[in-house]
């Protein structure tokens, strides 16, 4: 809207420039003629947009209300409006301002078809509209295109790096496609833990007042192959001072214990987990204990087992022996983590 009211400004002025020297000699009253017609055709092309996009808005709020989408006055509303943008689009194919605004709109009303047609043609007339590349990155993302989806958004990011969605939606990207991406060599596992580490740290620099955005960055070290757990307990001791209410300060706790479990800071872990106590985290709690006390097990074996070896020479069936039970515990441990994956306790 601010991009088209001073062009409709500018031109305008334009307008009123030339009607003010077409009387000034020398002059060709034909040639000024024709650019005076041209100036007024313009400003009036422009105000017939913003007659559009002032129903637009009005329509789009309604038609977000609950039930209102599926009713006759919906469809009868989304045919005046398509009505109005063919005829405009019709005269003014190039304007690449009003392709986005039509393309957005498209999507407001679920005709993803055309929104691409629009998002596309608008970046062949402007290359370096970043808006656009985020777009079309997006309809291509929900379409599994995840190759075009990947390109578009890093061609979003190199051209406006300070857009912190932008940021945001690779992450989502990366996440969502990750296997797709490394298996079609679109990206090696090292490149995409780097990039997709470095979407979310982006998006909540960019917006440190977004709690979502620094929720999302904290949560984003469970996907990686080599977290940084000493930085994720640092970003989730930030949100739990931040932290108002009750069930959140619990659910921020519950991750604190498990990067401290990550981090084999299994005591502390423990210490943390008994704040723990809303009904919802019972199930994450009892995974993280389970993990804990294998854990301690595990250790005191391991202090026995080296008190008898001064004591008793190990032979052969001894290290099968061990060899055995160390791989039946890695089992259970690996068990409980999944079971603390698939609990899902660090959703905000």
């Known amino acids: 809207m601010g991009k088209i009211a001073v062009k409709f400004i500018a031109i305008f002025l334009s307008a009123l420039f030339l009607m003010s020297c077409a009387g000034n000699p020398p002059k060709d ?99 370096n509209l970043a808006v656009v590349k985020q777009q079309l990155a997006a309809l291509e993302g929900e379409d599994g295109n995840f190759e075009k989806s990947y390109a578009h958004l890093k061609s979003a990011i190199a051209l406006a790096p300070d857009v912190s ?47 979502e955005l620094k929720w999302a ?26 932290s108002n209410f009750i069930l959140e300060k619990e659910t921020i706790n519950a991750n604190r214990a498990r990067v401290l479990i990550e981090l084999y800071k299994d005591s502390e872990a423990h210490e943390v987990l008994k704040t723990v106590t809303h009904p919802d985290l019972q199930r994450a709690k009892m995974s993280m204990l389970a993990v804990i006390a294998q854990a301690k097990i595990s250790s005191e074996q391991k202090r026995n087992q080296d008190s008898l070896d001064h004591v008793l020479p190990r032979t052969a069936d001894d290290e099968a022996l061990k060899n055995t039970e160390n791989l039946q515990k890695e089992a259970e441990i690996s068990e409980q983590v999944k079971k603390m994956e698939n609990n899902k306790i660090y959703t905000h």
């Open 29 to 127: 009253t034909s040639l000024s003629a024709k650019k005076t017609n041209a100036a007024n055709a313009q400003t009036l092309s422009q105000r017939k947009l913003l007659s559009i996009i002032s129903e637009q808005e009005s329509f789009l709020d309604w038609y977000s209300q609950k039930d209102n989408s599926q009713t006759i006055d919906a469809l009868n509303g989304i045919k005046r409006l398509n009505s109005l943008w063919s005829e405009y689009l019709l005269i003014n194919p190039n304007d690449a301002d009003a392709l986005i605004i039509h393309g957005k709109y498209c999507r407001a009303i679920g005709d993803y078809k055309s929104a691409y047609e629009s998002f596309q043609k608008a970046d062949l007339l402007d290359d």
């Open 217 to 242: 960055y904290a949560q984003s070290f469970y996907d990686l192959d080599n977290a940084d757990w000493q930085k994720a307990l640092k970003i989730w001791d930030e949100l739990l001072k931040d």
């Open 165 to 211: 969605i932008y940021h945001k939606q690779m992450g989502q990207l990366l996440i969502l496609y990750k296997e797709d991406l490394i298996k079609s060599g679109v990206l090696s596992r090292e490149s995409w833990n780097r990039e997709f580490s470095d979407s979310y740290a982006k998006a909540s620099a960019l917006n440190p007042k977004s709690s």
